[in-house]
Protein backbone atom coordinates (compact mmCIF):
# COMPACT_ATOMS: atom_id res chain seq x y z
CA UNK A 1 0.00 0.00 0.00
CA UNK A 2 1.32 3.30 -0.75
CA UNK A 3 0.88 5.39 2.78
CA UNK A 4 1.56 8.70 0.50
CA UNK A 5 -1.41 8.26 -1.57
CA UNK A 6 -4.17 5.91 -0.40
CA UNK A 7 -7.51 7.73 0.63
CA UNK A 8 -8.88 7.04 3.86
CA UNK A 9 -11.29 4.65 3.21
CA UNK A 10 -8.85 2.47 1.57
CA UNK A 11 -6.22 2.75 4.00
CA UNK A 12 -8.93 1.52 6.51
CA UNK A 13 -10.14 -1.32 4.37
CA UNK A 14 -6.52 -2.58 4.24
CA UNK A 15 -5.39 -2.72 7.62
CA UNK A 16 -5.58 -6.36 9.55
CA UNK A 17 -4.66 -7.82 12.76
CA UNK A 18 -3.39 -5.40 15.83
CA UNK A 19 -3.64 -1.99 15.68
CA UNK A 20 -1.44 0.90 17.49
CA UNK A 21 -3.62 4.68 17.52
CA UNK A 22 -1.89 7.37 20.16
CA UNK A 23 -4.06 9.81 21.18
CA UNK A 24 -1.42 13.01 21.49
CA UNK A 25 -1.53 16.35 22.02
CA UNK A 26 1.57 17.11 18.98
CA UNK A 27 1.24 15.13 16.15
CA UNK A 28 4.49 16.38 14.98
CA UNK A 29 6.06 16.38 18.34
CA UNK A 30 5.47 12.69 18.34
CA UNK A 31 6.16 11.58 14.87
CA UNK A 32 9.81 13.86 15.34
CA UNK A 33 10.32 11.51 18.68
CA UNK A 34 9.56 7.99 17.18
CA UNK A 35 11.55 8.49 13.94
CA UNK A 36 14.45 10.24 15.99
CA UNK A 37 14.52 7.69 18.82
CA UNK A 38 13.08 4.67 16.46
CA UNK A 39 13.85 5.42 13.36
CA UNK A 40 10.05 4.90 12.18
CA UNK A 41 9.14 5.72 8.74
CA UNK A 42 6.49 8.51 9.01
CA UNK A 43 3.99 9.58 6.05
CA UNK A 44 1.51 11.72 5.85
CA UNK A 45 2.16 14.01 8.66
CA UNK A 46 0.24 16.91 9.30
CA UNK A 47 -1.10 18.23 12.15
CA UNK A 48 -4.09 16.32 13.05
CA UNK A 49 -2.84 12.97 11.66
CA UNK A 50 0.21 10.52 10.41
CA UNK A 51 0.86 7.10 9.62
CA UNK A 52 4.05 5.14 11.05
CA UNK A 53 5.50 1.80 9.95
CA UNK A 54 7.74 -0.15 11.97
CA UNK A 55 8.77 -2.98 9.97
CA UNK A 56 5.46 -4.61 9.01
CA UNK A 57 3.78 -2.64 12.17
CA UNK A 58 1.66 0.21 11.30
CA UNK A 59 1.04 2.68 13.88
CA UNK A 60 -1.25 5.98 13.80
CA UNK A 61 -1.36 9.03 15.48
CA UNK A 62 -4.28 11.08 16.07
CA UNK A 63 -4.10 14.73 17.77
CA UNK A 64 -6.57 15.17 20.21
CA UNK A 65 -8.96 17.30 18.70
CA UNK A 66 -10.04 14.92 15.69
CA UNK A 67 -11.59 12.71 18.33
CA UNK A 68 -14.07 15.47 19.37
CA UNK A 69 -17.29 13.19 18.77
CA UNK A 70 -15.49 10.31 20.10
CA UNK A 71 -15.86 9.09 23.99
CA UNK A 72 -11.79 8.76 24.58
CA UNK A 73 -10.60 12.21 24.91
CA UNK A 74 -12.92 12.56 28.18
CA UNK A 75 -10.62 9.63 29.77
CA UNK A 76 -7.38 11.25 29.20
CA UNK A 77 -5.85 14.20 32.05
CA UNK A 78 -5.64 17.46 31.27
CA UNK A 79 -1.90 17.52 32.13
CA UNK A 80 0.40 14.13 33.18
CA UNK A 81 1.25 11.13 31.86
CA UNK A 82 -1.19 9.65 29.34
CA UNK A 83 0.14 6.07 29.10
CA UNK A 84 0.74 4.42 32.32
CA UNK A 85 0.36 1.08 32.28
CA UNK A 86 1.12 0.96 28.77
CA UNK A 87 4.42 -0.87 27.34
CA UNK A 88 4.87 -0.08 23.53
CA UNK A 89 7.37 -3.16 22.86
CA UNK A 90 9.34 -2.63 19.78
CA UNK A 91 11.00 -5.60 18.49
CA UNK A 92 13.83 -5.86 16.72
CA UNK A 93 14.97 -2.37 17.70
CA UNK A 94 18.55 -1.81 19.05
CA UNK A 95 18.00 -0.51 23.02
CA UNK A 96 21.34 0.59 23.37
CA UNK A 97 20.87 2.87 20.35
CA UNK A 98 17.44 4.24 20.76
CA UNK A 99 18.83 4.86 24.66
CA UNK A 100 21.42 6.92 23.34
CA UNK A 101 19.05 9.60 21.38
CA UNK A 102 15.94 9.44 23.70
CA UNK A 103 17.28 12.36 25.50
CA UNK A 104 18.00 14.51 22.56
CA UNK A 105 13.99 14.17 21.87
CA UNK A 106 12.62 14.67 25.25
CA UNK A 107 12.32 11.35 26.53
CA UNK A 108 13.46 10.25 29.65
CA UNK A 109 15.39 6.79 30.01
CA UNK A 110 13.25 4.83 32.78
CA UNK A 111 15.54 1.74 32.32
CA UNK A 112 19.19 1.43 31.46
CA UNK A 113 19.54 -1.10 28.22
CA UNK A 114 19.94 -4.74 30.22
CA UNK A 115 19.97 -8.28 29.23
CA UNK A 116 17.01 -9.85 30.35
CA UNK A 117 16.36 -13.57 31.28
CA UNK A 118 13.19 -13.68 28.82
CA UNK A 119 16.26 -13.42 26.00
CA UNK A 120 15.89 -10.09 25.05
CA UNK A 121 18.18 -6.80 25.40
CA UNK A 122 15.66 -4.01 26.38
CA UNK A 123 15.42 -0.62 27.65
CA UNK A 124 11.95 1.28 28.85
CA UNK A 125 12.32 5.48 27.45
CA UNK A 126 9.15 7.04 28.53
CA UNK A 127 8.22 9.61 25.84
CA UNK A 128 6.71 12.81 26.83
CA UNK A 129 3.51 12.39 27.14
CA UNK A 130 4.19 8.75 29.12
CA UNK A 131 3.77 5.99 26.94
CA UNK A 132 6.25 3.60 27.88
CA UNK A 133 8.48 2.13 24.77
CA UNK A 134 10.23 -0.25 24.77
CA UNK A 135 12.92 -1.03 22.74
CA UNK A 136 13.99 -4.52 22.13
CA UNK A 137 16.31 -7.45 20.20
CA UNK A 138 17.10 -11.27 21.14
CA UNK A 139 19.90 -11.62 23.21
CA UNK A 140 23.29 -13.11 21.17
CA UNK A 141 24.78 -16.73 22.71
CA UNK A 142 27.31 -14.52 24.70
CA UNK A 143 24.57 -12.31 26.28
CA UNK A 144 22.52 -15.35 27.66
CA UNK A 145 21.57 -14.16 31.10
Known sequence: MDYETVSAADFGR?????GVNLL???VKAKVAFLTGVFRM???RVT?????LTYGDAVFQIHADHTYHSHPLPALLPEAGARGAGVELRLYDS???AAASRAEAHGATLLQAPENKPHGL???VILDAE???WVPS???TPDEEV
Open 137 to 139: RPL
Open 47 to 51: ADFAI
Open 94 to 96: DPN
Open 41 to 43: QAH
Open 130 to 132: GYA
Open 24 to 26: TRD
Open 121 to 123: REC
Open 14 to 18: QLRGV
